[in-house]
């Protein structure tokens, strides 16, 4: 079974401008995760979708960060414009319909000059 | 809102030795904790998860313990390989709304 597949891997962009990054997670899993990992830390929630919607944003910035999963299946989470305090990781999860158990994808590093 | 504390931050133990990483929480709602390890250039990966119905839960070389009376759980390494050696997250979650992790321990098992 493949797990959950995040692209791209890497990103290199300068402050200002977008970047997108786009999960696939594993088949049959509803809910969706998107986290925030910055160096030394663990990861912080940033959005959660429970099929197409989302059912928790509150942590999602949204002056400049947006999601979207429009079939229910795989989503991008958008930065517009990035600043240099978003270089992290971003990582991406999912869970089977009523399970807690988290599959995390290996996540997108991305890096904002 | 829930706050998880994890220490130590960093630990070194010697091949063959036990690794113990601890983990408070503040919300006695939180009913699911689940350990992580996490490789480098990797997503965290799931090894254990304990319920708060459960005292204790054992999977070969790895045990958690959890004691809800006092808001902390545990991690238990026995028999430590080198390939053990990753940053350990710990976390906690009322029914998998919303987890909260830990800050991470970086375990590295000297050969």
């Known amino acids: 079974e493949a797990g959950v597949v995040q692209s791209p891997r890497y990103k290199i962009i300068e402050k200002k401008q977008p970047v997108a990054f786009w999960c696939n997670p594993i088949?049959?899993?509803?809910?969706l995760y998107w986290y925030l990992q910055n160096l030394g830390q663990g990861p912080e929630l940033l959005i959660r979708y429970e099929n197409e919607e989302a059912v928790d944003d509150s942590q999602l910035p949204k002056d400049r960060f947006s999601a979207e999963r429009l079939k229910g299946v795989d989503s991008t989470l958008k930065i517009q414009p990035a600043e240099l305090g978003d270089s992290a990781v971003y990582l991406c999860?999912?869970?089977?319909?009523?399970?807690?158990?988290?599959?995390f994808g290996p996540g997108t590093r991305l890096t904002v000059l | 809102g829930e706050n998880v504390e994890q220490h130590p931050s960093t630990l070194s133990v010697q091949e063959g030795d036990s690794a113990v990483i601890k983990c408070t929480y503040s919300d006695s709602a939180s009913n699911y904790f689940p350990w992580y390890k996490q490789e480098l250039g990797k997503g965290p990966q799931l090894i254990i998860d304990i319920r708060s119905n459960v005292g204790e839960k054992k999977d070969q070389r790895i045990a958690v313990t959890l004691n809800k009376t006092a808001k902390h759980f545990s991690l238990h390494i026995t028999e430590t390989q080198p390939e053990d050696s990753a940053v350990y997250f710990c976390?906690?979650?009322?029914?998998?709304?919303?987890?909260?992790f830990g800050t991470g321990t970086s375990l590295t098992v000297i050969p």
């Open positions: 088949s049959g899993h509803n809910t």
């Open positions: 999860a999912s869970s089977l319909p009523g399970e807690d158990t988290q599959y």
């Open positions: 976390a906690a979650s009322n029914t998998g709304n919303q987890f909260y």
